[in-house]
């Protein structure tokens, strides 16, 4: 079992910036990547960036340039840095875990993005 923790939503301005992180914990040995999605009041679930073991990085087009993701090893923590918000960015934002044949999630965590 992999637990994930994700924190660092909230309310901010357009242009404003948010840091999201997940902690993962337990059974931690096998993951292949990390990423993040996002779900905003209903639509899709949809992936937004996902980092590798070896480093790599993937981007949707919708947050290329304003958003980048990045781990902390020692801390089996991934990161979502995010620049540039607008408001079609407000949405529940999920951080996953992937082993080779199963897929963690975390509890979500809001970002508002609002004047």
């Known amino acids: 079992q992999v637990q994930l923790v994700e924190s660092g939503g909230g309310l901010v301005q357009p242009g404003g910036s948010l840091r999201l992180s997940c902690a993962a914990s337990?059974?931690?040995?096998?993951?292949?990547?990390m990423g993040w999605y996002r779900q905003a009041p209903g639509k899709q679930r949809d992936l937004l960036a996902t980092?590798?073991?070896?480093?790599?990085?993937n981007y949707a087009d919708s947050v290329k340039g304003r958003f980048t993701i990045s781990r902390d090893n020692a801390k089996n923590t991934v990161y979502l840095q995010m620049n540039s918000l607008k408001p079609e960015d407000t949405a529940i934002y999920y951080c996953?875990?992937?082993?080779?044949?199963?897929?963690?999630w975390g509890q979500g965590t809001q970002v508002t993005v609002s004047s």
């Open positions: 996953y875990a992937q082993k080779p044949f199963y897929r963690y």
């Open positions: 337990g059974s931690i040995s096998s993951i292949n990547a």
């Open positions: 980092i590798t073991t070896g480093g790599g990085t």
